[in-house]
């Protein structure tokens, strides 16, 4: 008899494809993420970054704008404070940016 398993559900969060999470790699990394949602027909990508990523996700939107995608604009900026639960359970405020960039 076989062996059935019972499938897991994801631990991953449900996200929106248009949205790009900005970590530790090169912007180009982030660019080229970018540029393939623009290509695959969105209109719209989301760059979103916290803490001390919060600067190469800028960087990634600059050079996208004066690069690659030069028609593209910046339609919203949002800025905030995440609060989360530290290692030692701890809260720690850490600092976040949305870059809204959009194509016509």
């Known amino acids: 008899m076989a062996n059935k398993t019972k499938k897991e559900p994801s ?11 900005v970590g530790n790699k090169p912007p180009v990394s982030y660019v080229l993420a970018i540029l393939t949602e623009f290509n695959s027909g969105s209109n719209e990508v989301v760059i979103k970054a916290r803490g001390r990523a919060i600067t190469t996700a800028v960087d990634t939107a600059e050079i996208t704008r004066n690069r690659f995608v030069t028609d593209a ?12 639960n530290g290692e030692n359970g701890r809260t720690i405020n850490v600092s976040f940016i949305e870059i809204y960039l959009t194509t016509k």
Request: aromatic share 4%; net charge positive.
């Open 73 to 84: 604009k910046v339609n919203d900026i949002k800025i905030g404070t995440d609060s989360i």
């Open 11 to 21: 631990r991953e969060k449900k996200t929106d494809e248009k949205t790009i999470f």
